[in-house]
């Protein structure tokens, strides 16, 4: 049934694309985005902020189809030539294979021949299930009439926030809200005080918001508080080892009107009852929260 299935997407799929591809993307970093293009298709890059979209566009012309696809991130090559099933595909008198057909075929044992393949109704303004974080393309076919289009994200993930790496990540891929968890921070048990080990990581730190002075970023102190005891207790430490990280900032250099910060207690443990060394970390971290990229 596999190779069958393959074989139908294949052939809907490379008809469809033509000469146009997903390597001349843009990036999207708003939610609502407006376009003028000329070109007969447009394709998009973004990251899933939430786990749920509902994606809504229109052409300048509201009494026409919008018509879209939105692809997993991948090979650009492997979507031209069919070896990449979309998640949604909007398109006039398509039968193209998408990810929401083949789930009822499986959820409902629906025959897979192209004759039944064909006759599954789909509710495309339905919300799309995403996994948060994730890249995604969006494709445009707007044979070039002017068009505008929302991502409205919800069903957020608040203890497991969308993360990036100073090491590697693109500047042009760095949004608000983004995350950098320190890798190597460590405090004196019950006290502000970190130990000499972690200044590389601090200096990573330092260095990465000289390098991209237009950021604004908060500290965010959490502790691992797993007894329901002293709560001022847990505030005031959280307070202070944010503190402390925006005191090493600002005193080697990084201006202090971009920097904030902020303790959040013990209420965003990722583990209520940390079982190991490695929970416990989790719950006792330190992160870097975008702000403002200005």
């Given amino acids: 049934m596999k ?6 997407l294949i052939s809907f799929s490379t008809l469809m694309f033509g000469q146009s591809g997903c390597n001349s993307f843009e990036y999207l970093k708003t ?5 003028q293009s000329s070109s007969q298709d447009s ?7 939430g786990a749920s979209l509902d994606f809504v566009g229109v052409f ?10 939105i692809y997993p991130f991948a090979d650009c090559q492997k979507i031209q030539t069919g070896r990449v099933m979309p998640l949604r595909s909007v398109f006039k008198n398509s039968n193209l294979i998408t990810k929401e057909v083949w789930r009822k075929v499986i959820e409902d044992g629906i025959c897979p021949c192209p004759s039944c393949l064909s006759k599954i109704e789909i509710n495309q303004k339905k919300t799309l299930k995403l996994k948060q974080g994730e890249f995604y393309y969006l494709r445009v076919l707007s044979r070039g009439k002017p068009f505008k289009f929302t991502l409205n994200f919800s069903d957020f993930d608040t203890l497991n926030p969308i993360q990036f790496s100073i090491d590697s ?4 891929e760095i949004e608000i809200g983004m995350v950098y968890q320190l890798k190597d921070i460590f405090f004196i048990p ?3 005080s970190y130990l000499s080990k972690s ?3 601090l200096k990573k730190l330092e260095l990465f918001l000289k390098k991209h002075a237009v950021l604004r970023v908060q500290v965010r102190g959490h502790v691992n508080g797993p007894a329901q005891i002293k709560p001022s207790f847990y505030q005031l430490l959280s307070d202070q080892r944010a ?12 201006e202090e009107k971009r920097v904030d910060a902020k303790g959040m207690s013990n209420f965003q443990m990722r583990y209520p009852s940390p079982k190991n060394a490695y929970q416990a970390t989790q719950n006792r971290r330190v992160e870097i929260v975008i702000l403002a990229v200005e």
């Avoid at 939610?31 to 376009?35: D, K, L």
């Avoid at 503190?243 to 990084?254: M, P, Q, S, Y």
């Fill in 3 to 8: 190779s069958c299935f393959l074989l139908i």
């Fill in 31 to 35: 939610r609502t985005f407006n376009c």
């Fill in 43 to 49: 394709w998009y890059k973004f990251r899933a902020k």
């Fill in 60 to 69: 300048e012309n509201k009494d026409s189809l919008f018509e879209y696809e």
């Fill in 169 to 172: 990540i693109p500047f042009e």
């Fill in 190 to 192: 019950k006290t502000s």
């Fill in 199 to 201: 200044i590389p990581e």
């Fill in 243 to 254: 503190e402390a990280i925006k005191e090493f900032l600002v005193t080697n250099g990084v």
